[in-house]
Structures are given as C-alpha cells and as structure tokens.
C-alpha cells in the first residue's frame, strides 16, 4: 500500500522560509514521479514543483519559480520542497503527490496522495 505522509508546515511571515517533507512508503522515490500541489481557499488544487524519476529533471509553477527548490534523498525516500521568500499568497494547504507514468502535471493524473499540511504565511 503507497503512503504519503507530508510535515513541515506551520505559521511563518513574509519573506522567511520553510520546507516541506514527503515520505514515501509502498514505492522508491527512485522509480516515481513526485510533486507538489497546493490548494488555497476558494482555489483550485495548482500544481507547484515536481520532479521527474527518469532524468532529475524539475518543473515549477511560474508563481514559485525562483523561490522554491525541490529534491529526493533516496536514502530516507523522501521529496522535500524548501520554500524561500514566501508571501502571504503562497498561504495554502501543500499536498505530496506521486505518478508512476508522468504524462503532465495535473490534479486528475496523480496516482498517490498525501493527506496534506497547511503552510500560512503572514504579512
């Protein structure tokens, strides 16, 4: 059975920094494709970073382009996401997710997901 379980959330002001932690259980982070997602209230689920098995390769939304970094440690099969320069708008509920055949970065493509965890960030 696959898991996601995220931490790392919390209150942080503007300007500071966070990072996000996925453990993964039930796959390797090394045969997977993980991301990123984050929905605020009133929004859709967006897309923020992911990070591609077969090559290393990254994607970012342009809204965190710059500003967040995401990266595996296969030792401890986990994703991270460290979040830099954060303002208010990045407020949101942060969900891990994993696709085993990644064709786009989509809410509806994703196999697993993590249950979430609420990064606010205040002004």
């Known amino acids: 059975q696959v898991q996601l379980v995220e931490s790392g959330g919390g209150l942080v002001q503007a300007g500071g920094s966070l990072r996000l932690s996925c453990v993964v259980s039930?796959?390797?982070?090394?045969?997977?494709?993980m991301g990123w997602f984050r929905q605020a209230p009133g929004k859709e689920r967006e897309f923020v970073a992911g990070?591609?098995?077969?090559?290393?390769?990254?994607d970012f939304a342009d809204s965190v382009k710059g500003r967040f970094t995401i990266s595996r440690d296969n030792a401890k099969n986990t994703m991270y996401l460290q979040m830099n320069s954060l303002r208010p708008e990045d407020t949101a509920v942060y969900y891990c997710a994993a696709d085993r055949a990644l064709r786009v970065w989509s809410v509806r493509d994703m196999d697993y997901w993590g249950k979430g965890t609420l990064v606010t960030v205040s002004s």
């Open positions: 990070i591609r098995w077969t090559d290393l390769n990254t």
């Open positions: 039930g796959r390797t982070v090394t045969t997977t494709n």
